[in-house]
């Protein structure tokens, strides 16, 4: 609280120096998770399978980042839970990350936040984060037993398109499970050609788009949050495709090679440009039926 | 309200250091450092007589000096019975449970090298002398082939099944400070009779164990 202002009852309420306030909170974040964040880029965010870690950190910072006006505003109420779950936070966060257990290392974000943002400010304040809070939930990498009972039928389902597809136009081609044999090529469909990566960091972007683009359709927001699953399927299944037509007509060294990232952009471009389509046609469904509605009721009020 | 802020810091910062301070530095491997799995492992035993083929002996490419040879070691062998049922063993010991060891995991090596893992399960056999030992079994298909396998996951000297078992055991060791070293025994064989498959190599195991000196065995099969 700013002494000055207080004796000067002209000014407006005092204002709190936001980042006198803060900036400790900052440094112990920045103690414990900066070493989380350095240690996993050098371990699994390499990993095809986990590629969507920065990805899932950046746009929950971002979120955070938006909503930090409006929490430093709000009055101070601390919650009596967050003494007991910021401390929670924290012996979660020692044993994981001294015992190599991620759930509870990256996990841990969660917690300690909002039990900080308890401690600060109060519910009020972790209602007004609850966004990037759930999102940091994508960060935290699954049992490897989960993922592959995720992964697996995306795969397969994934296969078994990509094979439909190119046999209907007439190409030589064969599936076995998830191994794709075309022309004298064996291409595997794994995990991150169909995966749960894709998945997540298509959701990320997904939602970053819709909080770009703002609309106010309860409706269309939730519906182009559901529809990116369907999406991201399609568009890894054009991935597959593409990648199978490569190394058939370039060969094995093409469709490992350079092709291959190529092939990666193609499924995020046509993920996006599917996104932003399905955003076309849902608002503007919603104009028309908005407007339907909307004379139908003026002519029912023109009768006499 | 600053004191507050103060506090917060302060402990979060000290969980950072907690954190560090308590991360396991002792090898187990230090203990275990004079021992050759190839030697270790018999070549005949009751039914079973190891068979010179074109498999051959993967060598673990990341060998540096002859100090760390025993850090990281593969045993890859093929053996046939009586009847001519032929079995591939393969062992892998790496000091710890993290990287050289985890990519000669069966759920996750043969993967990548292009099966399909069909089914697994994990069973607790009771070993000759009354020791309950979990191994996992899983039936692993390519397009060319069907191969079931057998396998069993050692942290230091605790036999585990894998997935959340193998963590409790790493974390068994870990809140002691000591990192454990550990072996990953796997039987398989190219068979599309599932069932004689897991028999057969059931009996390989057991055969292998009854026939080891409780040293050697130990390393193989843990001890508890």
């Known amino acids: 609280m700013s002494d000055a202002a207080a004796h000067h009852p002209g000014l407006p309420a005092p204002q709190r120096p936001a980042i006198a306030e803060w900036f400790p909170i900052f440094i112990g974040l920045i103690a414990l998770y900066v070493p989380t964040w350095v240690d996993l880029s050098r371990s699994i965010w390499a990993t095809e399978a986990q590629a969507h870690g920065p990805i899932i950190l950046g746009v929950a910072l971002w979120f955070f980042w938006k909503q930090r006006i409006a929490i430093h505003d709000m009055p101070a109420s601390p919650a009596k839970a967050g003494w007991p779950l910021f401390i929670l936070g924290l012996l979660l966060y020692i044993l994981g990350r001294s015992q190599d257990i991620l759930l509870f290392e990256v996990g841990s974000q969660i917690i300690v936040i909002s039990g900080l943002l308890l401690i ?158 399905f955003d076309w046609v849902i608002t503007n469904s919603l104009a028309v039926y908005r407007r339907l509605t909307k004379s139908s009721s003026d002519c029912h009020k023109r009768k006499v | 309200m600053k004191i507050k802020r103060f506090v917060l ?145 050692l942290v230091g000297a605790r036999a585990s099944a894998a997935g959340v078992d193998r963590k409790l055991a790493q974390l068994e060791y870990g809140l002691q400070g000591v990192i454990p070293d550990g072996v990953i025994l796997r039987v398989s064989s190219i068979d599309s009779n599932t069932d004689r498959a897991e028999a057969r190599q059931l009996d390989f195991l057991t055969s292998l164990y009854r026939s080891m000196a409780l040293d050697s065995r130990a390393k193989l099969f843990g001890l508890r």
């Not at chain 1, 759930?134 to 389902?157: R, S």
Request: hydrophobic share 50%; glycine share 6%; net charge neutral.
């Open chain 1, 120 to 277: 600060v400010r109060g519910w009020a304040a972790l209602r007004a984060a609850w966004f990037p809070l759930f999102f940091l939930f994508f960060m935290i990498p699954l049992p490897g037993a989960v993922v592959d009972a995720l992964t697996m039928p995306m795969k397969l389902a994934v296969s078994y398109v990509a094979e439909y597809v190119l046999h209907a136009v007439g190409y030589p081609i064969a599936r076995s499970g998830v191994i794709l044999q075309i022309g004298q090529y064996k291409l595997l469909v794994a995990d991150a050609c169909a995966g749960l990566q894709t998945l997540f960091t298509l959701e990320a972007l997904g939602l970053l788009y819709l909080n770009i683009i703002r609309r106010d359709s309860l409706f269309r927001n939730i519906t182009l949050a559901i529809l990116i699953v369907p999406i991201s399927f399609a568009a890894n299944t054009l991935r597959v495709i593409s990648l199978s037509l490569i190394t058939y007509h370039f060969g094995d060294e093409a469709g490992q090679g350079f092709m291959h990232g190529f092939a990666g952009m193609v499924l995020f471009i046509s993920a996006l440009l599917l996104i932003i389509a």
């Open chain 2, 9 to 153: 810091m302060v402990l979060m910062i000290s969980a950072s250091l907690v954190a560090a301070l308590l991360v396991p530095r002792n090898f187990l491997a230090e203990l275990n450092i004079n021992t050759d799995f190839e030697k270790l492992t018999p070549e005949i035993f009751s039914e079973w007589k190891k068979v010179d083929d074109e498999v051959g002996v993967v060598i673990d490419p990341v060998q540096k000096s002859e100090l760390d040879r025993f850090y990281s070691q593969t045993v890859s062998r093929v053996y046939a019975n009586k009847a001519g049922y032929r079995v591939m063993l393969s062992i892998a010991y790496g000091k710890a449970q993290t990287d050289s060891l985890r990519v000669h995991s069966p759920e996750i090596c043969y993967p990548a090298q292009g099966f399909m893992i069909l089914s697994s399960k994990t069973k607790t056999v009771e070993f000759p002398g009354g020791r309950g030992i979990p191994l996992t079994f899983s039936v692993a298909k390519s397009i060319e082939r069907v191969e079931p396998l057998t396998y069993l996951v």
